[in-house]
């Protein structure tokens, strides 16, 4: 049987939106189970369990603490639980805190690390800090919002919180009952491995910078992320910068686009100083002075067709510079954009994810965010792939 040698294969990488007949030699019309890399075809693996099994709690977010020692957990946060998993075990953090019985739609916890300090949020509770010791595991605690006070004694709750530099941002705020989906909250700068002492604004502390502003246009706030020296807030419709300037103000506002947005909280990763990030029928990549479509024509309308907005997460890997993207879908079905660096995959999967999982070959590094979250059932594994071939093959 004759062999027939393919030059440069892995230089392309996958293309199925383009006819078979119509790509270079070199070009892959479909593939799983690997990746493009240097120019060669790189085994890929699957998933496997980390935990041992189901682990009681149906876990919305999953985030990685590293102390000064180098000892990783991950933190995990449940529909009635927080705990720390070491690869081995879990334990609880949350013996000082109160559950408002069970927290609907876990996979609405958002987390963002200051320091030493990971900082949690459930728009349908108050924010939690949990402090990562050298050797020690301290428990959870609620976050104050300025001096002898919580947030829960403000009554105030936020739909999702980032740090940036050392100020904690709260995107979109309920104030007593009154909702503000359009409305920025930033604290004082905490001081080193600290959390901020207060939220309160100058006209109230003095001594204070914190502060507020409403976007106005753009709908409610989605999520945001640091991108270099600025903050990126993400709307429905909208994506606004905030640059930090010093003065009385504290922070100067610029619009970037007000034609698109995001459409979760966690569909966002920073490569090599971009956002690459999902709006409701694009992939889009934004350096902070614009933004770029990376899908045309069959692809895009691919995945405007088959996006679920209700479970969406991207995943982002800084050693291979991938990009996995996970939503819900009427069927599994793999994607690839035009750029080799982008690797979008589209699951179906049903149930809790009562497990963690980590790649194959890399053991000990659980997947933070890309286990979806839909009911209580049977939870389906996420698949990685299972084959590559050319077209015709």
Not at 3 to 9: D, F, H, S
Not at 38 to 60: A, F, N
Request: proline letters at 6%.
């Amino acid at each position: 049987m004759p062999i027939l040698n393919v030059r440069e294969i892995g230089s392309i990488g996958v293309i199925s939106d383009i006819a078979p007949w119509d790509l270079p030699p070199a070009a892959l019309t479909d593939g799983m189970n690997f990746r493009a890399s240097s120019g060669k075809i790189i085994t890929c693996g699957g998933l496997k369990d980390s935990s041992g099994g189901e682990m009681g709690h149906v876990w919305g977010l999953i985030d990685q603490s590293t102390d000064f020692d180098q000892n990783s957990l991950w933190v995990l946060m449940g529909d009635d639980a927080v705990k720390v998993f070491d690869g081995t075990s879990t334990r609880d953090i949350d013996e000082n805190l109160t559950f408002p019985g069970t927290l609907t739609k876990p996979e609405r916890w958002s987390s963002c690390q200051i320091g030493a300090m990971t900082v949690m949020n459930h728009p349908g509770w108050f924010p939690l800090y949990w402090e990562d010791r050298d050797g020690a595991v301290e428990y959870a605690n609620m976050l104050p919002w300025s001096p002898g006070k919580l947030w829960s004694d403000v009554n105030y709750s936020t739909h999702c919180i980032r740090a940036h530099k050392n100020f904690l941002f709260a995107l979109g705020m309920d104030e007593g009952g009154d909702v503000f989906h359009d409305k920025v909250r930033w604290s004082h700068p905490a001081e080193p491995n600290g959390i901020p002492y207060t939220w309160e604004t100058p006209d109230v502390d003095p001594s204070s910078i914190a502060g507020y502003l409403s976007l106005g246009r753009g709908g409610r706030i989605v999520g945001g992320e640091s991108l270099r020296d600025s903050f990126m807030i993400y709307s429905d419709e909208a994506v606004n910068v905030l640059d930090y300037v010093g003065d009385a103000f504290g922070w100067r506002r610029r619009t970037l686009s007000g034609e698109v947005g995001l459409i979760g909280k966690e569909a966002l990763a920073e490569i090599n100083g971009k956002h690459f990030f999902i709006s409701h029928d694009d992939i889009l990549v934004s350096d902070g002075n614009s933004v770029q479509s990376l899908l045309h024509n069959k692809l895009r309308n691919r995945l405007a067709n088959t996006i679920n907005a209700d479970a969406r997460k991207t995943h982002g890997s800084h050693t291979t510079r991938h990009i996995m993207r996970c939503g819900l879908a009427s069927q599994r079905r793999t994607l690839r954009s035009p750029t080799p660096h982008m690797y979008l995959t589209t699951v179906t999967a049903h149930g809790p994810c009562g497990t963690l999982r980590s790649h194959l070959g890399a053991p000990g590094l659980a997947i933070s965010r890309l286990p979806l979250t839909t009911g209580r059932g049977r939870t389906t594994p996420i698949p990685i792939g299972q084959r590559a071939r050319r077209a015709g093959t």
